[in-house]
């Protein structure tokens, strides 16, 4: 005869055995409490996430874990609990045994006994601290992007202001508008390539003179810097002016000019290091070229005199005379590169 009894009470062991197993198992902390919020039970995982072996945390209060201005949710809690309400996972902060704070999320339910009674509540908490922190630098990252995107902005219309002032033809403003517009856009790719953490002085300066080609003409030397993004697209925007000029009357214009593009730190006022930057070139003098240029000053000559040094808290000089032309920048470090690769002086970065 089948012991029916035996068999039942083989197969509710077995069960309970397995559901144990599970728990213990979990990544997720499964923790059970009863009605008067004394936790009953603690599996691994809420070891590993709350810092309390199962010994510590059984017998006392649940509210151990909770922040002090987050003691009402367990009253709301066990409210609910009572009336039989499932909690849907919901986002909240509890507290380590070292003190530290965690984000978790929750998902609790009632516990009834054989004859359907409530007796207490199951909670799983998942640590979400690093998703939290993911969310956390998106909306910064957002932030970051919808400041620069506004600032685009204003600088794209300055530019529209300016060229249009100096500017009479028609297809001629809109040349000049497009490749100032793709100067700033490649100014941007190298932030966005960073995420807005900086750019190479050297990257930038190629990057701006890549469209004019004629690169065996050109040098550039100066130590390894990492500019600020302001930085990025101020100087961005003079490299792309005094190349365009280069370009048509300087010497990527000759076979026989020459572009040196120099930088190096100095000591400056108050033992405050400052950028040196240089761009020289030279050119054959063209016959009947003058020494005075004020025909050919416009916007470009606007953003290396007042818009670039004056953004990075500087001083600009642009010297022109015939198979000449020097534009040399002294700015404070501080308002160039990125603040922590100030510490020392940075190591030689030459083409």
Same mark, same amino acid.
């Given at each position: ?182 100067? =700033?856009? %490649? +100014?941007?790719?190298? #932030?966005?390539? *960073?995420?807005? @953490? ?7 300066? /190629? ?110 000089? =642009?010297? %022109? +005379?015939?198979?000449? #032309?020097?534009? *040399?920048?002294? @700015? ?7 603040? /922590? ?11």
């Amino acid at each position: 005869m089948i012991d029916l009894a035996g068999r039942d009470a083989l197969i509710a062991i077995t069960a309970d055995a397995r559901l144990a197993a599970i728990v213990d198992s979990s990544f997720d902390a499964i923790v059970s409490k009863d009605l008067n919020s004394i936790i009953t039970s603690w599996n691994a995982a809420a070891q590993r996430m709350f810092g309390y072996t199962a010994e510590e945390a059984v017998g006392r209060s649940v509210l151990m874990l909770i922040p002090d201005h987050l003691k009402d949710e367990e009253t709301d809690i066990i409210s609910r609990v009572r009336r039989g309400e499932l909690l849907a996972s919901y986002e909240t902060i509890r507290r380590r045994k070292d003190g530290g704070l965690i984000a978790v999320s929750l998902t609790i339910s009632p516990i009834r006994n054989v004859s359907g009674e409530i007796i207490g509540a199951s909670k799983i908490a998942r640590d979400i601290t690093a998703s939290k922190e993911s969310e956390r630098r998106i909306r910064l990252l957002l932030r970051e992007v919808n400041h620069r995107v506004k600032n685009q902005f204003a600088v794209i219309l300055s530019m529209i202001r300016e060229t249009s002032k100096r500017s009479t033809d028609p297809r001629e403003f809109e040349e000049l508008i497009r490749s100032r517009i793709m100067a =700033l856009s %490649r +100014s941007h790719d190298l #932030l966005v390539n *960073s995420e807005w @953490a900086g750019a190479s002085l050297f990257d930038l300066a /190629q990057e701006q003179l890549k469209p004019f080609g004629h690169e065996a003409r050109v040098s550039l030397s100066g130590p390894l810097l990492t500019l600020q993004p302001n930085a990025v697209q101020n100087l961005g925007m003079a490299f792309h002016e005094l190349g365009t000029n280069s370009s048509k009357y300087g010497a990527l214009a000759s076979e026989a000019g020459r572009l040196e593009i120099t930088w190096r730190i100095v000591e400056g006022v108050s033992d405050k290091r400052e950028i040196h930057l240089v761009w020289d070139e030279t050119m054959p003098v063209r016959e009947g070229e003058r020494r005075d240029e004020s025909t050919r000053k416009g916007f470009g000559t606007v953003v290396l005199q007042r818009v670039a040094p004056q953004s990075l808290n500087g001083l600009a000089v =642009l010297d %022109r +005379s015939p198979g000449h #032309l020097k534009w *040399s920048l002294t @700015a404070p470090l501080a308002s160039i590169i990125v603040p /922590q690769l100030g510490a020392d002086v940075p190591e030689t970065e030459t083409s």
